[in-house]
């Protein structure tokens, strides 16, 4: 489909840009999203940016826990 490899991974770049939640354990795109979104998913972890700027997560007895 592709006749440049660099063509190929600029697509891929951007289509696991726009997804979701799909890609877990790519560290950048983590912080990307995060920065740009103010929410994230890394290793099953979804990650909040609160309004003052702190990263959180919230465990399973619902509290939040601060990086």
Known sequence: MFC????????????RKRSNF????????HQQRLN???KSTFKNTTFYVG????VYYI???GTKVYC
């Open 36 to 38: 740009k979104y103010s």
């Open 51 to 54: 309004s003052r700027g702190s």
């Open 22 to 29: 799909k890609y877990y354990n790519d560290w950048e795109l």
């Open 4 to 15: 440049n490899p660099s063509e190929a991974r600029k697509t891929v770049d951007k289509t």
């Open 59 to 61: 465990n399973s007895r």
